[in-house]
Nanobody, 127 residues
Framework: DVYVEESGGGLVQTGGSLRLSCVAP????????MAWFRQSPGKDRDFVAA????????SYKNSLKGRFTISRDNAANTLNLQMMRLTPDDTAVYYC????????????????????WGQGTQVTVSA
């Protein structure tokens, strides 16, 4: 199994920024398709962004393009999610996920394609 752990969540005011990170100790993240999902209370888990295995090709939820940036630092073996201009609608638990599959672009947003999940990190944006 792959142990995935998120960090960086917290409380931020509307308009602020936050950077989430994800690590998988003992694993090279470049060998996995990596993604961020989020879940707000009472809602289904929702795709945020993904980065393909072995490349830096990325995909985003359309409504988050331009505000959120996913990146993978191969040297540090860390997955990051830079979030800007946050609003209360971004309040959610954010999950890091890893897939052993080399997913095609149209499958990146399908949470069933991901094998390993972190426990999540809470992001709260105050009005």
């Amino acid at each position: 199994d792959v142990y995935v752990e998120e960090s960086g969540g917290g409380l931020v005011q509307t308009g602020g920024s936050l950077r989430l990170s994800c690590v998988a100790p003992g694993r090279a993240l470049r060998d996995y398709t990596m993604a961020w999902f989020r879940q707000s209370p009472g809602k289904d888990r929702d795709f945020v962004a993904a980065i393909k295995r072995g490349s830096h090709m990325t995909s985003y939820k359309n409504s988050l393009k331009g505000r959120f940036t996913i990146s993978r630092d191969n040297a540090a073996n860390t997955l990051n999610l830079q979030m800007m201009r946050l609003t209360p609608d971004d309040t959610a638990v954010y999950y890091c996920a890893a897939s052993t599959r080399g997913l095609i672009t149209s499958s990146l947003a399908d949470d069933e394609q991901y094998d390993y999940w972190g426990q999540g990190t809470q992001v709260t944006v105050s009005a």
